[in-house]
């Protein structure tokens, strides 16, 4: 099996990721970080969006795992002290995987340009830094409203505990083939009206934001963010591609959840 690892690049993940790849390569693991079969992350869930982006042309081939060297991470859930238990695991290969679905978004340029597709695993959101977001949101090819605010969040079920929850958003499980759209302070009177709700779309229910405005405005993907203006339409959906996670223990999505929102502390699993 071939693997590779991400570090965050701090003195302590830099540590651990040596001591893995040495490790791995005695037990004649194969260290590729071209076409590997498994990316193992060490840091944060910021590392592993970041590997998640840099093999995102792979994803039916390549699984992922994280390792965390600052707080218990939503993703990144192995502890350096469980390293030993998880180098000896990945050693046994074959593993299990299991699959998340994930978001895909399409930019039309106006004047008819290149459009962009990308895939997150967390959420993408459209946002200003001046004044309010216009957009005509469409859902399955009908006008479903007029936004006007801060901003509008799409996410993923596995990024439904990310920015999406801060904003209100449900938390969903990922077996449910689903994106969620969750608003940044709309702006609700007479005159301006949304529905002031998040909204989860299931499989082939396609979104579409129209910006109305000339505005510049930002769209973030996970931790990207580039500045647009002249859009004609950002297009979400659930992607066709999953997201692979390899799982050497049982570790259930609520339990997760559990873990990382009420339990207030790291524990041995
Ligand atoms: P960051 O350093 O600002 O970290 C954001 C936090 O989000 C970290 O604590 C990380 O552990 C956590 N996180 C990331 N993905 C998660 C998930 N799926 N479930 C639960 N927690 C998760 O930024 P970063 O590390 O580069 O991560 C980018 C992510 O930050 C974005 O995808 C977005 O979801 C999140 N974010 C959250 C807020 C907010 O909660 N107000 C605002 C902006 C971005």
């Known amino acids: 099996m071939r693997f590779a690892i991400l570090s965050k690049g701090d003195i302590t993940s830099n540590d651990i990721r040596t001591k893995m790849k040495n490790y791995l390569c005695e037990f004649d693991l194969e260290y590729d970080e071209i076409e590997p079969d498994l990316v193992i992350s060490v840091g944060g869930d910021g590392?592993?969006?970041?590997?998640?982006?840099?093999?995102?042309?792979?994803?039916?081939?390549t699984a992922f795992?994280?390792?965390?060297?600052?707080?218990l991470g939503f993703y990144a859930d192995w502890m350096p002290k469980e390293l030993e238990k998880l180098i000896i695991e990945i050693a046994k290969t074959p593993f299990q995987v299991v699959?998340?679905?994930?978001?895909?978004?399409?930019?039309?340029?106006?004047?008819?340009?290149e459009e962009e597709r990308h895939i997150a695993l967390n959420e993408t959101s459209v946002k200003t830094p001046e004044g309010s977001v216009v957009l005509d949101l469409e859902i399955k090819g009908e006008h479903f409203e007029t936004f006007r605010g801060d901003g509008l969040c799409i996410s993923t079920?596995?990024?439904?505990?990310?920015?999406?929850?801060?904003?209100?958003?449900?938390?969903?499980?990922p077996s449910l083939e689903s994106i969620q759209i969750t608003e940044?302070?709309?702006i609700n009177n007479r005159v301006f009206r949304t529905v002031g709700s998040p909204l989860i779309l299931p499989k082939h229910h396609t979104c579409v934001l129209k910006p109305l405005n000339d505005r510049s405005f930002f769209i973030t993907v996970d931790h990207f963010t580039k500045t647009y203006k002249d859009v004609k339409t950002i297009q979400c959906r659930v992607a066709r591609e999953k997201v692979r996670f390899a799982r050497f223990r049982p570790f259930p999505f609520w339990k997760r959840v559990h873990e990382s929102f009420i339990a207030g502390e790291q524990r041995e699993r």
Do not use: D
């Not at 679905?101 to 106006?110: D, G, R, S």
């Open 47 to 61: 590392t592993l969006l970041h590997a998640f982006h840099s093999y995102v042309h792979r994803l039916n081939k």
């Open 65 to 71: 795992i994280g390792v965390h060297t600052g707080h």
């Open 99 to 113: 699959e998340y679905p994930l978001l895909e978004i399409v930019i039309q340029p106006k004047n008819g340009g």
């Open 157 to 173: 079920p596995s990024g439904s505990t990310a920015y999406n929850k801060a904003l209100g958003g449900a938390i969903i499980h």
């Open 184 to 186: 940044m302070a709309s």
